[in-house]
């Protein structure tokens, strides 16, 4: 069965300065990817995908993840860190045999210091 | 922007009694999940429902749960006997189609089971 692994509860980085959330994942065949944003008090936004195709993915918001699928990793990355950032982020997993259910790591959460 | 609604935002329950969550999906979208977030804890995937009925359900979906589409809008979940276990945030979302297809999460339901 499929598995998110999201490594540090908690995230802290100084406005400006590098973001970096790390995702693994355990998967017997290919997965689809995907990382979701959560604002206090709001629903989970879609921040980007990764189905197949280019393994560096673009989303929203100056985010970016690569797939590496020798690493079984989904890292999202931007590299200036704005204090709107702060959240939580959550990476999550689906394979299309499985019906469309989305496998979530626990989350990250992210705090931007000014 | 078409966006998925849930209703109620907070509820409040004693326990044993029965509650409805209701959701409003993104009217195009064919496919209807429920998830929920015990405080704490990741998002877990309950249930998945397409052409009227349940496509897939998780362990945590027994006998207690169910879903229902009674009209063309809006989408249920019903919890017969509610237990103090049962107090999460629940979260809808709706898709167009599955796996690579982005799954949009309503705002979610604050259930607290006394």
């Known amino acids: 069965a499929q598995s998110v692994t999201q490594l540090g509860s908690h995230v802290s980085v100084s406005e400006g300065a590098l973001v970096l959330l790390r995702c693994n994942y355990s998967?017997?065949?290919?997965?689809?990817l995907f990382w979701y944003v959560q604002y206090p008090n709001q629903g989970l936004q879609l921040l980007l995908k990764?189905?197949?195709?280019?393994?560096l993915v673009k989303g929203i918001n100056g985010f970016e993840a690569e797939f590496k699928k020798s690493e079984t990793s989904f890292h999202l990355t931007k590299p200036s860190a704005h204090m709107s950032d702060a959240a939580e982020y959550f990476c999550?997993?689906?394979?299309?045999?499985?019906?469309?259910?989305?496998?979530f790591g626990q989350g990250t959460e992210l705090s931007v210091k000014p | 922007e078409p966006e998925v609604t849930q209703t109620p935002s907070h509820q409040v329950t004693q326990m044993g009694q029965e509650v409805i969550l209701r959701c409003v999906p993104i009217?195009?979208?064919?496919?209807f999940y429920w998830y929920r977030q015990i405080l704490g804890q990741k998002v877990e995937f309950l249930v998945s429902?397409?052409?009227?009925?349940?496509?897939?359900k998780s362990e945590i979906f027994d006998d207690q749960f169910s879903v229902e589409r009674p009209d063309g809008s809006n989408f249920t979940l019903k919890i017969r006997s509610t237990k103090l276990e049962d107090s999460a945030m629940y979260f809808c979302?709706?898709?167009?189609?599955?796996?690579?297809?982005?799954?949009?999460f309503g705002p979610g339901t604050r259930l607290l089971v006394l």
């Open positions: 429902f397409y052409n009227n009925e349940i496509s897939e």
């Open positions: 998967s017997s065949v290919p997965p689809y």
């Open positions: 990764y189905t197949t195709g280019a393994t």
């Open positions: 999550a997993v689906t394979l299309l045999r499985e019906g469309g259910k989305l496998i």
């Open positions: 009217s195009n979208h064919l496919y």
């Open positions: 979302a709706s898709s167009s189609g599955r796996g690579q297809e982005t799954q949009y």
